[in-house]
């Protein structure tokens, strides 16, 4: 066999296996709506219930990217920044309510020894 013949036989399996698989596995994949005409009815049922708090969540969480995006710093960082703020004030919220529970029972205890 000549070279030309090789050189054509390695181009044309080459575009075959490129091009040839990707586009099996797009012809054997199934689209969303197929797969959801698969699932039971509950699982249809839970899907549809399901799916207005996902679609928040994902729109939450583009914003969230939005927001990181527009600092001067990587995505990485300012998330990383934001999520140890978000902490620091649970941290808080919880310090305060416990020292509100404390003040509570504090003064049960003193309302109950003023009654003895």
Request: net charge neutral.
């Amino acid at each position: 066999m000549s070279k030309a013949g090789m050189y054509f036989k390695m181009f044309a399996s080459g575009a075959v296996l490129c091009i040839g698989g990707p586009a099996l596995v797009i012809y054997v994949t199934p689209t969303e709506e197929e797969l959801f005409k698969r699932y039971n009815p509950e699982l249809q049922k839970r899907s549809l219930e399901g799916r207005q708090q996902r679609q928040q969540d994902m729109n939450d969480f583009v914003g969230k990217l939005i927001h990181y995006s527009k600092s001067s710093k990587p995505i990485w960082e300012a998330a990383a920044e934001d999520e140890a703020q978000t902490k620091q004030n649970i941290l808080e919220e919880q310090k305060l309510a416990a020292a509100e529970i404390q003040r509570r029972r504090d003064e049960i205890k003193r309302h109950s020894m003023a009654q003895e």
